[in-house]
C-alpha cells in the first residue's frame, strides 16, 4: 500500500495509485439512496484532516464540487477528483501539474463505478462533543477491477451525517482519517483557481516515478 501512495522525491506530493479507482460499470442499475458512495453526499465544505492516506497534520482541506484544495505552508495543492489531475502552486508563482489527485482528497471522488454495500448500526459514539452513528461500508472494484475496501464511518448528526471519523482496511492495511473544524458551506471559489499553463511534475510509474520532460522545464 505504501508503494502504492508514495511522496515523489522531485516533489513532496502523495499519488494516488490507479488501481485504487475503480472502472464505470457496464450498465447502471438504479439502487436505494443507502446503496450510494456516502461521501458524495458533501460536495461542499471545508475541515482539518489528521490521518489518512497521507498521515497528514492540521491539514487544512476544502471541497467544492469536483475540485478540492489541500492546504501546504510552501505550495498549496488544487486537485480535479474527476480528472485526477493536481496543481502544485509554489510560493514563488511557479506551477507543477501531476496526473494524480493529491492523498488528502482520499477517500473523496475515488469510488465512482464501485459497487457499494451500506450496513448503518444501532451504535452511537460521541467524538469531539458531536454525537456519531456508525456505519460499515464495503467498495468493491467492477469492470475488472477486483479491489475491496472496508470502512467504518463515525457520522456526525449535527452535522449532516459528515463522516468526522473514518476507519480503512484495505488489502491487509488499516489507516484512519479525522476531521474537525467541520463547515458545510462552499468555499470561496477562488480558492480552487490555478494558472493555465503550468509545468509537467515528474509522474509514477511502475517501480519509481518518471521525469518531467526536460524541454522547455525547470526542475521544482
Known amino acids: 500500500m ?13 499519488l494516488f495509485a490507479v488501481t485504487l479507482h475503480g472502472q464505470p460499470a457496464k450498465k447502471a442499475v438504479p439502487s436505494p439512496a443507502v446503496s450510494s458512495d456516502p461521501f458524495e453526499s458533501f460536495q461542499t465544505f471545508s475541515a482539518v484532516l489528521n ?10 482541506i476544502y471541497r467544492s464540487g469536483r475540485w478540492m484544495r ?3 505552508d510552501d505550495a498549496p495543492r ?12 509554489a510560493k514563488d508563482k511557479r506551477c507543477f501539474k501531476f496526473g494524480v ?7 473523496f471522488g475515488v469510488f465512482r463505478g464501485y459497487k457499494v454495500d451500506r450496513s448503518p448500526t444501532t451504535e452511537k459514539e460521541t467524538i469531539d462533543g458531536h454525537t456519531c452513528s456508525i456505519e460499515n461500508v ?18 456526525a448528526e449535527d452535522l449532516q451525517n459528515f463522516p468526522i471519523k473514518i476507519a480503512v482496511d484495505y488489502n491487509g492495511r488499516h489507516f484512519e482519517a479525522n476531521y474537525s473544524k467541520v463547515d458545510l458551506k462552499a468555499p470561496d471559489q477562488k480558492l480552487f483557481q490555478h494558472p493555465v499553463k503550468c509545468e509537467a511534475g515528474p509522474q509514477q510509474a511502475v517501480g ?13
Open 208 to 220: 519509481g516515478t518518471t521525469a518531467a520532460p526536460p524541454k522547455g522545464t525547470k526542475k521544482p
Open 70 to 72: 489541500i492546504e501546504f
Open 78 to 89: 488544487i486537485s480535479d477528483i474527476l480528472t485526477k489531475n493536481t496543481w502544485v502552486i
Open 2 to 14: 505504501r508503494v502504492l501512495f508514495g511522496r515523489l522525491a522531485i516533489w513532496p506530493v502523495v
Open 101 to 107: 489527485p493529491d492523498s488528502g482528497t482520499y477517500p
Open 138 to 155: 464495503t467498495f468493491t472494484g467492477q469492470g475488472g477491477n477486483e479491489t475491496i475496501v472496508h470502512m467504518k464511518l463515525w457520522k
Open 51 to 60: 490521518g489518512g492516506l497521507g498521515k497528514d497534520h492540521d491539514r487544512q
